[in-house]
């Protein structure tokens, strides 16, 4: 069955800081991977997608993931971390004939002055 | 921004009630897709669509009905509300397989 684990629940950062995100997936087929950021009381934006190719994505605002086959992994990162990347983050695998999408439970950022 | 609109985006309603949430969309995606969300546990999948009157279930799908009328239109009914159900409703659609998924801006569903 597929699934998508984030094991950091919370993750505080000082702004300018390096940032990464940890996601890993279980996907029995060639995995489609997904980035989205939620600001409060909003919606779902796409930050990057994995489809094949080169592993490492580029995104918006500077986010860029790696996806890396031997540990069923999707990190997302940033080199240099602002205030407004304050959000919570979701990992999502799309599987199937169907296009359904997983998503892990989020990992939510603080930023530190 | 994907033409998504949801409504209502906020209801408060009471236990055993019927609820009727409305996704409705202009982007003509072939794929609609209902999720709630709650604390802890991410994003949920309610159910499905892939075409007019082609729908499915999802993880969590148990006290919901959806019906596909129209492309352009996704309604998901609670089909007597419960607490359990409090929750933050997200419509998304996309256009084909192995596309991304673009999301409504969420219905904040309380039940009392």
């Known amino acids: 069955a597929q699934s998508v684990t984030q094991p950091d629940i919370h993750i505080t950062v000082s702004e300018g800081a390096s940032l990464e995100l940890r996601c890993n997936y279980s996907?029995?087929?060639?995995?489609?991977l997904f980035w989205y950021v939620q600001s409060p009381g909003q919606g779902l934006q796409l930050l990057l997608k994995y489809f094949s190719g080169d592993t490492l994505v580029q995104g918006i605002k500077g986010f860029e993931a790696e996806f890396k086959r031997s540990q069923s992994s999707f990190n997302l990162r940033k080199p240099s971390v602002h205030w407004s990347d304050a959000a919570e983050y979701f990992c999502?695998?799309?599987?199937?004939?169907?296009?359904?999408?997983?998503f892990g439970s989020g990992t939510k950022l603080n930023v530190k002055p | 921004d994907a033409g998504i609109t949801q409504s209502p985006r906020h209801k408060v309603t009471e236990t055993g009630t019927p609820v009727t949430l409305r996704c409705h969309q202009t982007?003509?995606?072939?794929?609609m897709y209902w999720y709630r969300q709650d604390p802890g546990h991410g994003l949920r999948l309610i159910h499905y669509?892939?075409?007019?009157?082609?729908?499915d279930k999802g993880e969590v799908s148990d006290g919901y009905s959806v019906s596909r009328s129209k492309t352009e239109d996704f309604l998901l009914t609670l089909e007597s509300a419960t607490s359990s159900q409090t929750s933050v409703y997200f419509c998304a659609i996309s256009e084909s397989v192995n596309g991304e998924a673009f999301f409504g801006q969420g219905t904040r569903l309380t039940v009392v």
């Open positions: 982007e003509n995606h072939r794929y």
């Open positions: 996907y029995g087929a060639t995995p489609y």
């Open positions: 669509s892939y075409g007019v009157k082609d729908t």
């Open positions: 999502a695998v799309g599987a199937g004939n169907f296009n359904k999408f997983y």
